[in-house]
């Protein structure tokens, strides 16, 4: 976008949080109320109401965010035009990922495509499944990856990668057990889950629930919006069972921290999924990327 104030102003009206905005950016927070203070001056209006901590669009910030995201669409149409003059994929690429993804799938890719693709500018929202759809749904991404049951009517789904959640615990000098745990003596151990929303916590409450099990009867001694969080609290509590994914275990398994405890009769099998708005095509650096990363992973 060529006025750097608007995407500022962007960001802050998606997150109503100059804080958050700053951390989206990497600017600092004072440079961001800088921006938009210019722009009010420009424009002659205020367009945000601060009250305490709470920041909501007034109506002249409402009617600008409409046009900026307007301006924003079809600088990314000149963009991507001109550069296909070339064959080549440039803009801005605005992807999205559930937290796993985030974490341990999408980085070991990024760097890879950036040198293939230069002139592509990526950025990177993490957020749980829910969020990441309605953030494709609003028009505030390009591309979104996630994991989950739910499914929107709005949106298009194409399976990527394949995954599996496990009980952990703290290591323990006996090791895992020999046999799997009976599900009834699993789940009166204090739960270490995740946030509601996330796929995560979606996929084990279908599994649950298929054993007859609700989520309510749980014995939840927390609910965490990250999987690294899951990991630190299952260190210093070893009377507590943790669900996460076996991809973002690699390095706790292997220094003896954690440890795998299988339960009978539980299968938490899921799969990664891109999605993007049904029935809306993809960019030519949306295309690309999605291509790269079934090359990087062996997608089917």
Known sequence: MPDFRLRVFQSVARHLSFTKAAQELYITQPAITKHIRELERTYGQRLFERRGNRVSLTEA???LLAHADEVAQLHQQLTEQLHNLHGEAAGRLRLGASTTLTQYVLP???PGFQKRYPQVE????????????????????????VEGRSKSRDLHYEPLLADELVAVRKA???GPPPEPMPLAEAVAHPLVLRERGSGTL????????EQKTKLTDLRVAFYFDNTEAIKSYLEAAPEAL?????????????AGLLEIVPIQNLQLLRSFEALWVQGQPLSRAAERFLRYAHQQYNFK
Not at 202 to 209: G, T
Not at 242 to 254: D, H, K, Q, T, Y
Request: aromatic content about 6%; proline content about 2%.
């Open 202 to 209: 979606e996929v084990l409450e279908f599994a649950l629930r």
């Open 172 to 174: 323990t000098p006996a």
């Open 61 to 63: 910030g409402t009617l």
């Open 122 to 145: 990526l950025t990177l929202l993490n957020g749980n499944s829910e969020q990441i759809a309605e953030a494709i749904l609003s028009g505030h991404l390009d591309l979104g990856f």
């Open 108 to 110: 070991g890719i990024l």
């Open 242 to 254: 943790g669900f996460v994914s076996r991809r973002a275990l690699a390095r706790e398994l292997e």
